[in-house]
């Protein structure tokens, strides 16, 4: 077998606040969500040794790499040429730290043989006449250290960008843009300073229900957000700043093991802003994700529904393609937001824009609003590059194949506590694969592709991708994985399983 000319070391680490990872169920798990795509992608070029750096080591590891081989190659000798190309490289450690910190951890034996295995594969590809890629999720200090230690080009932008990507910073960027925004106080570390910024806009423009956000990108999926509602007060007449003081401590922290005393805590460290609560009949979330290329063009990769948990906070899945009542603007906006992106100084990498879009009962247009702004890949990386590599580079934004059109439904939130302990990856593995009817046909180019297989085991969580012809048909698929999961943990399985088991709202 030729040398492969193209290294990628892939480095899946969430840098988000230490602690959220510690509070989040099965958290520590999250660098495996690109394990799949990674080997997928590699399936498509062979050139290309893909190297994935794991932390903590997960259940049944070859079974599950295997699995993906199984995905990828259509013939015994295609799959045992891309087994050769996959190098995983484990840091057995499941604190709740980011994956690029458990790397570069100076005390670690485990984390020093990484290290020194990625510098020696990077020294041999080099000697061959090939190139280095570090493919990670966003920007870091820790990421960026490795990237020179290993001669590899950033795919992201410099980290110190990312003040551009806070709460603050995206309002700043739709203003500047003219893109309709939700009505925002400035940036305030007390409380009295916030009230009193909330009490003005709840005077001059009637807002009286709002969310509280934190001003950091280390708060994922929502959790840094506080729901408050002060319509009793606008109801009361007249009220003041210190009327609002009184009542913050009640409003609703999506991340209840943080609590308000924990949301107070890094509102003083950090700051926050309060934002007015749109609401309509409709209420959706679609998303952009863009990329930067260092010549300074700006592209496209995708656009999504988000889907979020009852509280419409917590982002759970997505859904492919965005609606197309409202997917133009969208893609729009969203290329504009990377244009001034790019003229700020961002000079490269991935960045996503979430919108929500609005309708009343009757209407048939769409008012459409900037949300923020995620200087980095987004929680939508590992499906869609799970689609492209299955199903090729999607055209105008949709997938499309032989017999038409694709779309999928994805999520890291099927769990049942009931799963914790009681399914091996081994064991969903064979059980998929036996089913015709849910397991992913490389010929039909339709069905489930499993990811976060590590969290099985310990957390009764794991993540799929339902490829489909229709929505309907993927949350069918979705409503079969959650079946055979209950079957294989020995409960008895009910109608509507899927979404009630993910508990989002579509």
């Known amino acids: 077998m030729a040398a492969p000319r193209h290294l990628v070391i892939n480095i899946n680490s969430r840098e988000c606040e230490p602690a959220l990872l510690k509070r989040l169920k099965g958290a520590e798990f999250f660098p495996e969500r690109s394990l799949g795509w990674t080997i997928l992608s590699a399936g498509r070029d062979a050139e290309r040794l893909a190297v994935i750096v794991l932390a903590p080591d997960i259940a049944d590891r070859d079974h599950v790499v295997d699995y993906y081989c199984r995905l990828a190659g ?16 484990i840091v057995d450690d499941s604190s709740p730290r980011w994956l690029s910190s ?38 870091s200090a820790n990421i960026e250290t490795l990237c020179t230690r290993l001669g590899a080009g950033p795919t992201q932008a410099h980290s110190k ?5 806070t709460k603050a910073g995206s309002c700043s960027i739709f203003t500047a843009l003219a893109i309709p925004s939700p009505r925002a106080t400035a940036v305030h570390r007390t409380l009295p300073g916030l009230a009193g910024d909330m009490h003005g806009l709840a005077q001059r423009c009637g807002i009286d229900r709002w969310i509280l956000k934190l001003n950091s990108t280390e708060f994922a999926a929502g959790h840094g957000n ?13 009220f003041e700043p210190g009327d609002i003081v009184s009542h913050l401590p009640r409003a609703q922290v999506v991340d209840k093991q943080l609590g308000w005393a924990g949301f107070a805590d890094q509102m003083s460290r950090i700051g926050v802003l309060a934002e007015e609560h749109l609401e309509a009949d409709i209420f959706r979330s679609p998303s952009f994700q863009g ?11 995708s656009t999504h529904e988000q889907l979020f948990a009852s509280d419409r906070q917590t982002f759970v899945g997505c859904y492919h393609p965005a609606d197309p009542g409202y997917r133009g603007p969208v893609i729009d906006a969203g290329l504009r937001v990377g244009a001034k992106l790019r003229e700020l100084g961002v000079d490269r990498g991935a960045y996503g824009v979430d919108f929500i879009a609005l309708k009343e009962a009757g209407e048939t247009g769409w008012r459409l609003y900037g949300c923020e702004i995620n200087l980095r890949e987004t929680g939508t990386k590992h499906a869609f590059e799970t689609a492209a590599a299955l199903l090729g580079a999607p055209l105008e934004g949709e997938f499309r194949v032989a017999g038409g059109r694709r779309v999928y439904l994805a999520t890291d939130a099927i769990y049942d506590p009931h799963y914790e302990g009681r399914i091996r990856p081994q064991t969903l593995i064979r059980a998929i694969e036996a089913s015709p009817r849910l397991h992913y046909d490389c ?11 590590g969290a099985l085991l310990p957390h009764g969580k794991i993540g799929a991708t339902c490829i489909a012809q229709t929505r309907d048909e993927a949350e069918k698929y979705l409503v079969g994985l959650t079946s055979l999961l209950d079957r294989l943990s020995g409960r008895n399985s009910g109608a509507g399983t899927g979404r009630r088991r993910t508990g989002w709202q579509g």
């Open 74 to 89: 259509r013939s015994e000798a295609q799959r045992a040429a891309l087994r050769r190309r996959i190098e995983l490289l």
């Open 102 to 139: 458990k790397i570069m951890d100076p005390e670690s034996r485990a984390a020093g043989a990484v290290r020194d295995r990625l510098l020696a594969l990077a020294g041999e590809a080099r000697r061959l006449g090939g190139r280095v890629t570090l493919d990670y999720f966003e920007p």
């Open 161 to 165: 960008t990312i003040p551009l990507g």
């Open 226 to 238: 506080a729901r408050v509602d002060l319509s009793h007060l606008a109801g009361n007449g007249r």
């Open 291 to 301: 990329r930067i290329e260092p010549d300074g063009a700006v592209h496209m990769v």
């Open 443 to 453: 010929d039909r180019k339709r069905g489930v592709v499993l990811h976060m297989f």
